[in-house]
């Protein structure tokens, strides 16, 4: 099945534009990404597809790590993410451990909230919010 972006059917004006064209490729789409926070004995997935005009993004299917900076320092590390918190883009994701950008992941330095797009940026970074007491 093929995930379908129609143009809008519909003047400023709110009336409606009568004459309809058939279906272009450019206007195709693909099923979203839901990346995942890999289990301990899974490895991180990627896959590199082609998109129009020739670039590439990298989709990420398994997560392990994620690159999180401290705002106060502006240091960068690589931590094992645990699991998701909370994912305001939709509370089943958090049920299903589905990492996307503004989801706030649990990780071995602290909690910290996604800035980057996994799904099409192939990596997940992030901001630590809260440190974790040890």
């Known amino acids: 099945m093929v995930i379908y972006h129609k143009p809008v059917k519909k003047l400023p004006t709110g009336g409606r534009k ?3 064209r058939q279906k272009k ?12 926070v890999a289990a301990e004995d899974e490895e991180e997935k990627r896959q ?16 392990k790590f994620a690159n999180v900076v401290d ?3 502006g240091e960068w590390r690589k931590v094992r993410i645990i699991h998701v918190e909370e994912n305001p883009a939709n509370r089943e ?17 602290g909690i910290a909230k996604v800035t980057s797009r996994p799904g099409q940026d192939g990596i997940v970074n992030a ?3 809260k440190e974790s007491e040890k």
């Open 127 to 129: 901001v630590l919010l």
């Open 93 to 109: 994701f958090k049920r299903r451990q589905i990492v996307t950008r503004g989801a706030i992941i649990k990780t071995e330095i």
């Open 18 to 20: 009568r004459a309809f």
């Open 48 to 63: 590199r597809i082609r998109v129009r005009g020739g670039s590439y993004k990298v989709k990420l299917f398994r997560v």
């Open 25 to 36: 490729k450019r206007h195709y789409g693909r099923f979203p990404t839901d990346t995942r």
């Open 71 to 73: 705002p106060e320092t």
